[in-house]
């Protein structure tokens, strides 16, 4: 896959970019659709839906009083929102904008000629924009908002398509000054007659279908002549909503120029608009992507055209920077400057990555990521029931999803929605409907997705009925969804009432559910069922077709199947998705007679792996082994402390009987062997202490020691009898005391036990006996 990285000034990166250009700008886009729900046919999957255009120009203040940080902040802005349009069919001029104050002077610098933001024009964007320039004293340093707003409209009019909109964006630090422009008239009346110019450029901005936008930033600019601006030109915006009304904005830092004017561009242009985070490099920055996305500029401000970026998609994969990659089309442009912007089309949603790359010298500016995105709301819209009798109430249920049948789970992606449904028929006027996403009522929770309401069907009511309902979203593309049904007299006469709870399973699962049905006919019926306003393939119900007995009533089971996981693709691998259709039961033995019409809701997640299986067998494995281990451990514990010798009472005794020295045992060494010999063996017997001595003791089990000479062999000790050590001494043992500290009771052998002579062989079967040695 292709990197194009900060450095792209060799002939070989403007090749790439020619290629770029003629593989990628102005392709038309293949999305789905869905079709409504009811009779209504299904459109073909792949659609191809146009990403509308927007005609607009930014004035860019280059006054005296701007710093070289202004004018810098002012380009990268400027620069961000033409690199970050999704739309390849757009246009976009650029000028710079101060005061005549002088007949050789003027007050517009043109540095951005109209240009088609295709991959070619993006690709140059950066470059002109560059040219915009602080002006010198000379040079005319005061502020002419009249003849920047009449160069916008004259840019924005003059041969272009009336069908697009048409918005100026204006960029200043200051307020209107016109003090010093002899155009003006004379001095005493420059300001009166600059107001006047103003409310006559605004008065033929409107006229022309200019929307006017301006920012301000610093301490200096007047924010209620920033609104007058707004409120002079054109009102209506791309949609009805609020959010598109022109609108003036402030900001009190030039830093924050760039990230204000994306949000009113997106504003302007009806795109959703997503601030990422801003790090210095090295960095991991991330983003989100909606589901509801089909097209997205990744803006990336780098601060220093040093800084190279690479794009990782949801599922951690590098992406390219051109061409087409798991279903999405990449097209990079302004990689050689300080802005960039990766355009994709049929992003993967989710939390997409952008790494952040700098040689030394080239990391103290922040990079900062954001998105600009216009996507598809597709609704499925049911009643409740389909065909009810006059003056039965019915529940109208309006479900929002993605264009593929993914439910929504995150009501940012949809905020500012606004629903407008109505119930028409014949023999009633329209009535209109209230639906909620508040949770009360027939709603099911609230901020879920899912809108609905009640109503009661018109005693007056009789045949066809419709129900409609249109979604308006700032950056989503309007959806009517529109469902069919019919007001019959009296009671059906084949029934079928569903029971089919929200489904979870995996790719390829299966859930059962049941269908209660009743033909109250002396003829067969034939129910037909299916799943709707889901794009095909994903979900299935079985059996398709179920023939009811003249005169049956029962229940038959029915069957929702899930696709395999090839058919989801990458999605299923950012976790648990969400299936919203619509069962549909019609008798289509009784003129296609809807009987059923009834939301579906399935979550599919990926297929466990052994751990997920298995986890108890894993769980309860663990448990029996630390069980083992802490057993083993208590076990060898036990061990080690019962054959310490510490504390054993040795005792030399003589062959008479007597006893000649009295030694206590201390801890054994690492196997427990308390070792010692006898020194002065002829004339004052005593034991000592010694390692590698040559004799060594230690406790067993069944009590007593046992003592181990030099050449190996191995004799118990009882506990009250004794062992040869030597020709004329013996070893025995005073009484046994395991505390620390407290100091054996003298008790003297005078004679041999029986123990002593069975122990006193060099192996000693108590010895061999004993396990723990």
């Given at each position: 896959?292709?990197?194009?990285?900060?450095?792209?000034?060799?002939?070989?990166?403007?090749?790439?970019?020619?290629?770029?250009?003629?593989?990628?700008?102005?392709?038309?886009?293949?999305?789905?659709?869905?079709?409504?729900?009811?009779?209504?046919?299904?459109?073909?999957?792949?659609?191809?839906?146009?990403?509308?255009?927007?005609?607009?120009?930014?004035?860019?203040?280059?006054?005296?009083?701007?710093?070289?940080?202004?004018?810098?902040?002012?380009?990268?802005?400027?620069?961000?929102?033409a690199?970050g349009?999704?739309?390849?069919?757009?246009?976009?001029?650029?000028?710079?904008?101060?005061?005549?104050?002088?007949?050789?002077?003027r007050?517009?610098?043109?540095?951005?000629?109209?240009?088609?933001?295709?991959?070619?024009?993006?690709?140059?964007?950066?470059?002109?924009?560059?040219?915009?320039?602080?002006?010198?004293?000379?040079?005319?340093?005061?502020?002419?908002?009249?003849?920047a707003?009449?160069?916008?409209?004259?840019?924005?009019?003059?041969?272009?398509?009336?069908?697009?909109?048409?918005?100026?964006?204006?960029?200043?630090?200051?307020?209107?000054?016109?003090?010093?422009?002899?155009?003006?008239?004379?001095?005493?009346?420059?300001e009166?007659?600059?107001?006047?110019?103003?409310?006559?450029?605004?008065?033929?901005?409107?006229?022309?279908?200019?929307?006017?936008?301006?920012?301000?930033?610093?301490?200096?600019?007047?924010?209620?002549?920033?609104?007058?601006?707004?409120?002079?030109?054109?009102?209506?915006?791309?949609?009805?909503?609020?959010?598109?009304?022109?609108?003036?904005?402030?900001?009190?830092?030039?830093?924050?120029?760039?990230?204000t004017?994306?949000?009113?561009?997106?504003?302007?242009?009806?795109?959703?608009?997503?601030?990422?985070?801003?790090?210095?490099?090295?960095?991991?920055?991330?983003?989100?992507?909606?589901?509801?996305?089909?097209?997205?500029?990744?803006?990336?401000?780098?601060?220093?055209?040093?800084?190279?970026?690479?794009?990782?998609?949801?599922?951690?994969?590098e992406?390219?920077?051109?061409?087409?990659?798991?279903?999405?089309?990449?097209?990079?442009?302004?990689?050689?400057?300080?802005?960039?912007?990766?355009?994709?089309?049929?992003?993967?949603?989710?939390?997409?990555?952008?790494k952040?790359?700098?040689?030394?010298?080239?990391?103290?500016?922040?990079?900062?990521?954001?998105?600009?995105?216009?996507?598809?709301?597709?609704?499925?819209?049911?009643?409740?029931?389909?065909?009810?009798?006059?003056?039965?109430?019915?529940?109208?249920?309006?479900?929002?999803?993605?264009?593929?049948?993914?439910?929504?789970?995150d009501?940012?992606?949809?905020?500012?929605?606004?629903?407008?449904?109505?119930?028409?028929?014949d023999?009633?006027?329209?009535?209109?409907?209230?639906?909620?996403?508040?949770?009360?009522?027939?709603?099911?929770?609230?901020?879920?997705?899912?809108?609905?309401?009640?109503?009661?069907?018109?005693?007056?009511?009789d045949?066809?009925?419709?129900?409609?309902?249109?979604?308006?979203?700032?950056?989503?593309?309007?959806?009517?969804?529109?469902?069919?049904g019919?007001?019959?007299?009296?009671?059906?006469?084949?029934?079928?009432?569903?029971?089919?709870?929200?489904v979870?399973?995996?790719?390829?699962?299966?859930?059962?559910?049941?269908?209660?049905?009743?033909?109250?006919?002396?003829?067969?019926?034939?129910?037909?069922?299916s799943?709707?306003?889901?794009?095909?393939?994903?979900?299935?119900?079985?059996?398709?077709?179920?023939?009811?007995?003249?005169?049956?009533?029962?229940?038959?089971?029915?069957?929702?199947?899930?696709?395999?996981?090839?058919?989801?693709?990458?999605?299923?691998?950012?976790?648990?998705?969400?299936?919203?259709?619509?069962?549909?039961?019609?008798?289509?033995?009784?003129?296609?007679?809807a009987l059923?019409?009834?939301?579906?809701?399935?979550?599919?997640?990926?297929?466990?792996?052994?751990?997920?299986?298995?986890?108890?067998?894993?769980?309860?494995?663990?448990?029996?082994?630390?069980?083992?281990?802490?057993?083993?451990?208590?076990?060898?514990?036990?061990?080690?402390?019962?054959?310490?010798?510490?504390?054993?009472?040795?005792?030399?005794?003589?062959?008479?009987?007597?006893?000649?020295?009295?030694?206590?045992?201390?801890?054994?060494?690492?196997?427990?062997?308390?070792?010692?010999?006898?020194?002065?063996?002829?004339?004052?017997?005593?034991?000592?202490?010694?390692?590698?001595?040559?004799?060594?003791?230690?406790?067993?089990?069944?009590?007593?020691?046992?003592?181990?000479?030099?050449?190996?062999?191995r004799?118990?000790?009882?506990?009250?009898?004794?062992?040869q050590?030597?020709?004329?001494?013996?070893?025995?043992?005073?009484?046994?005391?395991?505390?620390?500290?407290?100091?054996?009771r003298?008790?003297v052998?005078?004679?041999?036990?029986?123990?002593?002579?069975?122990?006193?062989?060099?192996?000693?079967?108590?010895?061999?006996?004993?396990?723990?040695?």
């Amino acid at each position: 896959m292709g990197r194009v990285t900060g450095r792209r000034q060799t002939g070989r990166g403007r090749v790439r970019r020619v290629q770029v250009s003629l593989a990628v700008g102005g392709a038309a886009v293949l999305v789905s659709l869905l079709a409504p729900a009811g009779h209504e046919p299904v459109p073909a999957a792949d659609s191809a839906p146009s990403f509308p255009a927007v005609n607009y120009a930014v004035a860019v203040d280059e006054s005296a009083s701007l710093t070289p940080a202004d004018l810098k902040a002012e380009k990268a802005a400027a620069t961000r929102i033409a690199l970050g349009d999704v739309s390849s069919s757009s246009h976009v001029t650029v000028f710079g904008f101060a005061a005549a104050e002088s007949d050789d002077q003027r007050a517009v610098d043109p540095v951005c000629p109209r240009t088609t933001l295709d991959a070619a024009g993006r690709e140059t964007i950066g470059d002109c924009v560059g040219k915009l320039r602080g002006r010198e004293k000379s040079e005319g340093t005061g502020t002419d908002f009249p003849s920047a707003i009449r160069q916008g409209v004259h840019e924005l009019t003059e041969g272009t398509d009336e069908s697009e909109p048409r918005v100026l964006f204006v960029l200043t630090d200051g307020k209107m000054d016109v003090a010093d422009s002899p155009q003006y008239g004379d001095p005493a009346h420059r300001e009166a007659e600059g107001e006047r110019q103003l409310k006559a450029a605004l008065k033929e901005a409107a006229r022309q279908r200019v929307q006017v936008w301006p920012l301000g930033f610093g301490s200096d600019p007047d924010k209620k002549q920033l609104d007058r601006i707004a409120l002079g030109g054109y009102q209506k915006g791309c949609t009805e909503l609020p959010s598109a009304t022109p609108k003036a904005h402030k900001v009190s830092d030039a830093a924050d120029v760039g990230t204000t004017l994306e949000k009113i561009f997106a504003a302007a242009h009806c795109l959703r608009h997503e601030e990422g985070p801003s790090e210095r490099p090295p960095a991991s920055l991330e983003i989100g992507i909606s589901p509801l996305a089909t097209v997205g500029s990744i803006v990336v401000d780098k601060g220093d055209p040093e800084v190279e970026i690479t794009y990782f998609d949801p599922s951690g994969d590098e992406v390219p920077t051109s061409g087409t990659f798991k279903k999405s089309r990449f097209e990079l442009a302004g990689g050689n400057g300080t802005v960039e912007a990766l355009k994709v089309v049929d992003p993967l949603p989710g939390t997409w990555k952008v790494k952040a790359e700098a040689p030394e010298g080239h990391r103290s500016l922040p990079v900062a990521v954001s998105v600009l995105w216009q996507g598809e709301l597709r609704g499925a819209i049911t009643m409740d029931p389909p065909s009810p009798q006059a003056g039965e109430k019915v529940t109208v249920t309006m479900r929002l999803q993605t264009r593929e049948g993914y439910q929504i789970k995150d009501p940012r992606d949809y905020e500012g929605l606004r629903v407008r449904s109505e119930l028409t028929g014949d023999g009633f006027s329209p009535r209109t409907l209230d639906l909620t996403d508040d949770g009360r009522g027939p709603d099911d929770g609230p901020s879920d997705g899912s809108f609905a309401g009640t109503t009661t069907i018109p005693a007056d009511a009789d045949g066809a009925l419709l129900v409609r309902a249109t979604l308006t979203a700032s950056g989503l593309r309007a959806d009517t969804r529109s469902g069919r049904g019919e007001v019959v007299a009296g009671e059906l006469p084949v029934k079928a009432a569903l029971d089919l709870p929200t489904v979870r399973t995996h790719p390829g699962g299966e859930t059962t559910g049941s269908l209660d049905v009743s033909n109250a006919t002396g003829a067969p019926h034939t129910l037909r069922l299916s799943v709707a306003d889901v794009q095909d393939g994903l979900l299935s119900i079985e059996p398709g077709k179920i023939t009811l007995r003249p005169g049956e009533r029962g229940t038959r089971k029915v069957k929702v199947k899930a696709a395999p996981a090839a058919v989801f693709g990458e999605r299923l691998g950012a976790g648990e998705l969400k299936l919203a259709g619509t069962v549909t039961v019609v008798d289509a033995t009784g003129e296609d007679r809807a009987l059923v019409r009834s939301p579906l809701s399935v979550h599919v997640t990926p297929e466990p792996g052994i751990w997920e299986k298995y986890w108890w067998a894993f769980v309860s494995g663990i448990v029996l082994v630390v069980t083992a281990a802490v057993a083993v451990a208590a076990w060898l514990r036990l061990r080690r402390r019962r054959r310490d010798p510490f504390g054993l009472v040795l005792r030399l005794v003589a062959e008479d009987g007597t006893v000649l020295n009295e030694h206590r045992a201390g801890h054994g060494n690492n196997r427990q062997w308390y070792e010692f010999a006898v020194a002065e063996a002829h004339r004052s017997p005593r034991i000592e202490r010694r390692p590698h001595g040559p004799y060594a003791v230690q406790r067993r089990r069944e009590g007593g020691a046992v003592l181990r000479t030099q050449g190996g062999s191995r004799t118990a000790v009882p506990p009250h009898g004794q062992v040869q050590l030597t020709d004329t001494l013996s070893l025995a043992l005073g009484e046994v005391n395991r505390g620390a500290g407290r100091r054996p009771r003298t008790a003297v052998a005078t004679t041999p036990t029986a123990d002593s002579s069975s122990g006193a062989g060099g192996n000693g079967g108590g010895y061999d006996d004993n396990p723990y040695l």
